[in-house]
């Protein structure tokens, strides 16, 4: 069933219609994505697209809640009065997101030393593929085609683990204040490198340079320190790198035991932070030898989100058409942002694209 519901969002004169709302409630976050228009929007459909009967003009929104703190999203809801329907959607619909990829401009990248790469993907040629999916745990999910999956892998070692153990080393209270001590931090000062190992040597011999960290935390059992001793920015980059490079290596080892030459990397972890996407791209490099690439997604925290959007009979993403894009903070006015551009940013976190939907 269709609900809509037209309401005002921070006293906007200009009412909004809420037509669908989807939820993906993990064990750290709360993904909500929803559709809206404009009531008396009665746009026709672009002139240059075939096959379409009939379209609603509006935006699709992104925001996130900490799953803790789930009173705030149900306040969310509620404030905005916005309605709920579609069900439970289990984590294989994050396999929805394909969708996205095909829809969205510019939506898939590859990021390696530093450098943003975005990648046009042949539609016919997107399959197969593996999606790694990384929020509390990690899901790697094997992908042939619309509809074929399954889940062949994954590791408990992915977000809530960073989250948990730099809590506790830390003291932090958020995964983004994490993030931003990690982003200051040195994980030299705490990793033990082949360098250290082998008198600032590269081990040629085997393929290792100086750099390669031969044990994470490693210096933390030679050194005569304790937990004080050492700085939270430090200790965080160390934990982000282990964990990266974790993950990095488990997804290419599932990728040569299918074959796959493509990984797609998605979830909340990952947060588009360039250490993070940089370090796993570094792992499946290496791994490979270069024959397999990482790529990362522009919306890859709302995989999960998306999917149980895409569950709703009346419209799919495959219908989707994307106008632009641009932020919107929770408590913003819906009205569009003119000095926006994409190409600069990344749709991570609460903020909306706008869109058409129509029915085939």
């Given at each position: 069933m269709e609900h809509n519901r037209e309401v005002e969002i921070d006293g906007n004169s200009n009412p909004i219609q809420i037509s669908r709302l989807a939820l993906d409630i993990g064990g750290s976050l709360i993904k909500l994505v929803f559709f809206s228009r404009n009531s008396g929007d009665?746009?026709?459909?672009?002139?240059?697209?075939?096959?379409?009967?009939?379209?609603?003009?509006?935006?699709?929104?992104?925001?996130k809640f900490e799953t803790a703190k789930i009173n705030d999203c149900l306040q969310f809801?509620?404030?905005?009065?916005?309605?709920?329907?579609?069900?439970?959607?289990?984590?294989?619909?994050?396999?929805n997101d394909r969708s996205f990829i095909k829809a969205v401009n510019q939506e898939a990248f590859t990021y390696l030393n530093g450098s943003k790469e975005f990648v046009q993907i042949d539609h016919n040629d997107l399959y197969p593929y593996l999606l790694v999916n990384i929020g509390s745990g990690v899901s790697m999910i094997k992908v042939d085609?619309?509809?074929?999956?399954?889940?062949?892998?994954?590791?408990?070692?992915?977000?809530?683990?960073?989250?948990?153990?730099?809590?506790?080393?830390?003291?932090?209270?958020?995964?983004?204040?994490?993030?931003?001590?990690?982003?200051?931090?040195?994980?030299?000062a705490i990793d033990t490198l082949v360098g250290d190992i082998y008198?600032?040597?590269?081990?040629?011999?085997?393929?290792?340079?100086?750099?390669?960290?031969?044990?994470?935390?490693?210096?933390?059992?030679?050194?005569?320190?304790?937990?004080?001793?050492?700085?939270?920015?430090?200790?965080?980059?160390?934990?982000?790198?282990?964990?990266?490079?974790?993950?990095?290596?488990?997804?290419?080892?599932?990728?040569?035991?299918?074959?796959?030459?493509?990984?797609?990397?998605?979830?909340?972890?990952?947060r588009s932070h360039s250490y993070t996407m940089d370090t796993i791209a570094v792992a499946v490099h290496f791994w490979s030898k270069g024959e397999a690439k990482a790529m990362f997604l522009r919306h890859e925290g709302f995989l999960g989100a998306l999917g149980a959007f895409m569950s709703y009979e009346t419209?799919?993403?495959?219908?989707?058409?994307?106008?632009?894009?641009?932020?919107?903070?929770?408590n913003a006015s819906l009205g569009t942002d003119t000095n926006y551009d994409p190409l600069k940013g990344d749709l991570n976190g609460t903020e909306s694209i706008q869109c058409s939907v129509y029915r085939a």
């Open positions: 009665d746009e026709d459909p672009p002139k240059d697209l075939v096959g379409v009967s009939s379209g609603v003009n509006g935006r699709l929104h992104f925001a809801i509620s404030a905005n009065k916005l309605l709920l329907g579609g069900g439970f959607q289990p984590q294989e619909n994050c396999t085609g619309d509809g074929k999956f399954e889940r062949v892998s994954g590791t408990s070692v992915g977000g809530g683990t960073f989250w948990g153990l730099g809590k506790l080393l830390t003291k932090s209270q958020s995964f983004d204040e994490l993030l931003e001590l990690s982003h200051r931090g040195d994980n030299r008198g600032g040597m590269d081990y040629l011999k085997i393929g290792l340079s100086s750099t390669t960290i031969a044990s994470s935390f490693g210096k933390a059992t030679s050194h005569n320190k304790e937990l004080e001793d050492y700085k939270p920015e430090d200790i965080s980059r160390s934990l982000l790198r282990m964990i990266s490079n974790n993950i990095g290596q488990i997804s290419y080892l599932n990728a040569l035991r299918f074959g796959l030459k493509r990984i797609i990397f998605g979830g909340f972890f990952i419209h799919s993403l495959d219908d989707l058409v994307v106008n632009q894009m641009m932020p919107l903070p929770v």
